[in-house]
């Protein structure tokens, strides 16, 4: 469906003919809006991670996988993945892309966010770990 009308050739194009038919516009104007209504986005923000030639998904190697999926995570989350060798701190399993990974407070302030504060654990296992408390 590479011309169809849901392509971003096609709304582009499209968008480009409206701004042109506008009365106060011309195409050089129109040109600098369609910039401005499709920026070009550098290839550092579409976040995308290369996978080793011999890797796959079904190879049973977790902690390449765990490891790689950490590269997503921004900031803090993925230096509490590495300080934990990618692994839940609540199950010990490996924090692979099936399931989100979340920052835990172990002290419960969630105001707290120093590194011997946080924990990264699956998403699960957080809402278990709070459920627990709760019926306590």
């Not at 079904?58 to 590269?71: C, T, V």
């Not at 654990?121 to 459920?131: A, G, R, T, V, Y």
Request: aromatic share 12%; net charge positive; charged share 25%.
């Amino acid at each position: 469906m590479d011309g169809g009308r849901n392509s971003l050739y096609y709304i582009q194009y499209r968008t480009f003919t409206v701004f042109n038919k506008e009365t106060n516009q011309n195409r050089y104007n129109s040109k600098i809006l369609l910039k401005k209504a499709f920026p070009k986005v550098p290839y550092s923000q579409n976040k995308h991670v290369n996978v080793k030639g011999t890797k796959s998904p079904f190879d049973g190697d977790l902690h390449y996988w765990s490891e790689r999926n950490s590269k997503f995570y921004d900031g803090i989350t993925s230096k509490v993945l590495k300080r934990q060798n990618h692994s839940c701190t609540f199950c010990g399993h490996k924090l692979l892309s099936d399931e989100r990974v979340h920052l835990h407070h172990l002290d419960g302030n969630h105001d707290n966010w120093k590194n011997d504060n946080l924990v990264a654990i699956h998403e699960s296992c957080h809402d278990h770990l709070h459920m627990s408390k709760a019926q306590a």
